[in-house]
C-alpha cells in the first residue's frame, strides 16, 4: 500500500495566498510548489484549487469540472506580468510513451488530456498559460534536456 502525504500548508507570506481556507497539498511535489510560491519574489499571487473548468469527459460523454491544481500571477525578468495555471503531474503520467501496459494507466492519460485540452482553451480565452509541472520541472539541477 503506497503512502502519499498531504496536509494543510501554512504560508509565511499569506498576502500572496488568494483564498478562504488554507491551501491542501496532496503530494509532496505539490508542498514543494507551494513554498516557492509562497517564497518566490516573482509570484505576487498564488491560489490553491481556485479554478473549476468544465470539460467533457472522453468516456461518459457527460460534462464534468476538472479543478487545476494551482493559479499563480507572477513578473518574469523582464518585468512582464504573467498569469498561469499549473498541474502538478508525476512525467509517467503525462507522456504516451512513458504509460507501459497499464490498462489504468492508458485510461488516465486519456481523461487528463481531455481535461488539459479544456484548460488550454479556457486559459487562452482569460489570457492565462496552462502548463503541466512534472518532477523534472520541480526538482531540477540546472541541466534541461
Excluded at 497539498?25 to 514543494?32: C, D, I, L, Q, T
Excluded at 495555471?85 to 488516465?108: C, D, F, H, M, Y
Aim: aromatic share 16%; with cysteine.
Amino acid at each position: 500500500m503506497k503512502r502519499y502525504i498531504n496536509g494543510r500548508f501554512n504560508p509565511k507570506n499569506p498576502s500572496k495566498y488568494i483564498g478562504n481556507r488554507s491551501p491542501l497539498y496532496r503530494s509532496s511535489w505539490e508542498f514543494a510548489f507551494m513554498r516557492f510560491c509562497d517564497e518566490s519574489p516573482s509570484i505576487s499571487k498564488w491560489a490553491n484549487e481556485a479554478i473549476k473548468i468544465p470539460y467533457k469527459h472522453p468516456f461518459t460523454g457527460k460534462f464534468s469540472i476538472y479543478v487545476p491544481d494551482f493559479f499563480i500571477a507572477y513578473t518574469d525578468k523582464a518585468g512582464k506580468s504573467h498569469a498561469e495555471v499549473v498541474e502538478i503531474k508525476p512525467e509517467n503520467q503525462t507522456r504516451k510513451e512513458k504509460l507501459g501496459e497499464s490498462r489504468a494507466n492508458k485510461i488516465q492519460y486519456v481523461i487528463n488530456q481531455a481535461k488539459w485540452n479544456s484548460a488550454m482553451a479556457w486559459c487562452k480565452n482569460k489570457g492565462f498559460k496552462f502548463r503541466v509541472v512534472n518532477e523534472k520541472d520541480l526538482f531540477h539541477t540546472g541541466r534541461r534536456g
